[in-house]
């Protein structure tokens, strides 16, 4: 009997398809939450309105014959569509005052988080009849529901 206790015993075998389906399950745990910190989600834009301002230069008379050069101040329209994190938007103005020309001196966002990529033709421009400018916008990083101002400083 003392032989049986003194022989070898066979090595255990170790369950090594058990192991690696753990290991596979803790990747892709691991994974997961990796890419569920990492996940964030697009903001949500929703523009209203746009609202067009035109400033003309303190002092001046808009009830003159012809009324404001570039018509009245103010311009609501419906919102634009956004496409990758922009919009773009047309601005037409007419100079109706037909003694002179006007100019376009900037235009400008002023809602916050939005920001001007690129207005073409860029200002200032000299307006004798009538202008187009086409404006890129970029929209904010975060949720934003409510109108788009934007202004335009003629002189």
Known sequence: MEAAQNQ??????KNTRL?????IIVVI???GVIAGLSY???PTINITEVTEII???????YNTTFGPYFGEPYHNYSAPTII???????????????NASHTVNSITVT??????????????????????????ISV?????????????NVS
């Open 8 to 13: 070898p015993q066979p090595p255990k075998k």
């Open 111 to 136: 809602t916050p988080g939005f920001k001007i990529v690129s207005i073409s033709p860029p200002t200032p421009q000299t307006v004798a009849s009538a202008i187009t400018f086409d404006l890129t």
């Open 140 to 152: 904010p990083n975060s949720n934003y529901n409510g109108p788009l101002t934007i202004v335009i």
């Open 29 to 31: 745990i691991i994974i």
């Open 55 to 61: 400033k003309y230069p303190a002092g001046e008379n």
């Open 84 to 98: 990758n994190n922009q919009i773009t938007w047309t601005i037409a103005l007419l100079n109706v005052d037909p």
């Open 40 to 42: 964030s989600p697009a």
């Open 19 to 23: 192991y690696a389906i753990l290991a």
